[in-house]
């Protein structure tokens, strides 16, 4: 069992920051994320689920287009800790931010609402 928390949510005006953190806790594996595959999906109204980020078990980062160059992926493995630096926010950034943790197995957290407006 794997345990999600995101974290750093809010309202920001465009071209604004915020650093999303996911908290990752586990009752079996001390170091989560040598087992799973972390990413960040988000979802707005109308739209489909879109997977923004991820970072594999051995740190190979992956970022949709849309964001690239302006979020950055990143992990704290002794924390357990995941994080989403987002820069130059949008406001079609606006959407609930989840995390992610699949393996054989998949996780989900409950989500943090980012919304990008003036």
């Known amino acids: 069992q794997v345990q999600l928390v995101e974290s750093g949510g809010g309202r920001v005006q465009p071209g604004g920051s915020l650093r999303l953190s996911c908290a990752a806790s586990?009752?079996?594996?001390?170091?989560?994320?040598?087992?799973?595959?972390m990413n960040w999906y988000r979802k707005a109204p109308g739209k489909d689920r879109e997977l923004v980020a991820s970072?594999?078990?051995?740190?190979?980062?992956n970022l949709a287009d849309s964001v690239w160059g302006r979020f950055t992926i990143s992990r704290d493995n002794a924390a357990n800790t995941l994080y989403l630096q987002m820069n130059f926010l949008k406001p079609e950034d606006t959407a609930v931010y989840y995390c992610?943790?699949?393996?054989?197995?998949?996780?989900w957290g409950q989500g943090t609402q980012v919304t990008v407006s003036p």
């Open positions: 992610n943790a699949k393996a054989r197995d998949e996780y």
């Open positions: 586990s009752t079996i594996f001390e170091s989560i994320f040598v087992v799973y595959n």
């Open positions: 970072i594999t078990r051995s740190g190979n980062l």
